[in-house]
């Protein structure tokens, strides 16, 4: 079935740094890429829509100069955490929309970002 | 607001016991809902979409059901493997995102 792989799974930096995640569809064209974000014991909270060669589309509070998406391939999303801060602590998810199907089913196995 | 509620929050089961979780959900119109297993440190694994009440989908344990107001996903003889948080979602938002309610989590004990 069809596959997003998402990098690293782990990442953990020191406060002030930026961290890159990368987002890939591996056997199908993602013209639309979904970032979320989840706490403990909370639900998956979307962050950003990207799509392939424009701007991607933030969420009412969520900072896109902190937030850097770049959806630059047809199956290569990724999500910078610029400057961060241990707030910014927290499991971050990739999904990707299939383009031929246009439904949002393939999500990444997250990564969870520590910064200390 | 499109608007997802699940219940109950936690579930824990005795293997063999079958039980359902509930999704309860307002749209304004239904694309879809789909229902997901996040097991811990994990990204969603997709089970099952759902587009029109009455509509029922099963896979091995599970079957998901639909009405024009809630969801559910019954789980018979359940095996501890079974354990894992279950989120439901629907189709929508103005970038057609999937909106997800906060999960069921299930914990099988043998």
């Known amino acids: 079935g069809a596959v997003v792989s998402q990098h690293p799974s782990r990442v953990i930096c020191k406060s002030g740094t930026s961290v890159k995640i990368e987002c890939r569809s591996l056997d199908f064209q993602a013209t639309t890429m979904f970032w979320y974000r989840q706490f403990p014991k909370q639900s998956l909270m979307l962050m950003a829509t990207s799509n392939e060669g424009s701007k991607a589309t933030y969420e009412q509070g969520v900072e896109k100069d902190k937030f850097l998406i770049n959806h630059a391939s047809l199956t290569l999303s990724t999500l910078t955490v610029t400057s961060a801060h241990p707030e910014d602590s927290s499991f971050y998810i990739c999904?990707?929309?299939?383009?031929?199907?246009?439904?949002?089913?393939?999500f990444g196995n997250g990564t969870r970002l520590t910064v200390t | 607001e499109d608007q997802v509620t699940q219940s109950p929050e936690a579930l824990r089961l005795q293997e063999g016991e079958s039980s359902s979780l509930n999704c309860s959900y307002t749209?304004?119109?239904?694309?879809?809902l789909f229902w997901y297993r996040q097991d811990p440190g994990k990204g969603p694994e997709f089970l099952f979409t759902?587009?029109?009440a009455g509509e029922e989908k099963e896979k091995e344990r599970l079957k998901a059901t639909l009405t024009k107001k809630e969801s559910f996903l019954h789980i018979t003889a359940p095996k501890p493997e079974d354990s894992a948080t279950y989120l439901c979602a629907l189709y929508g938002g103005s970038q057609g995102n999937l909106i997800f309610g906060k999960g069921t989590k299930l914990s099988v004990k043998p």
């Open positions: 759902l587009y029109s």
């Open positions: 999904s990707a929309r299939d383009g031929a199907s246009q439904l949002p089913l393939h």
């Open positions: 749209v304004s119109g239904l694309r879809g």
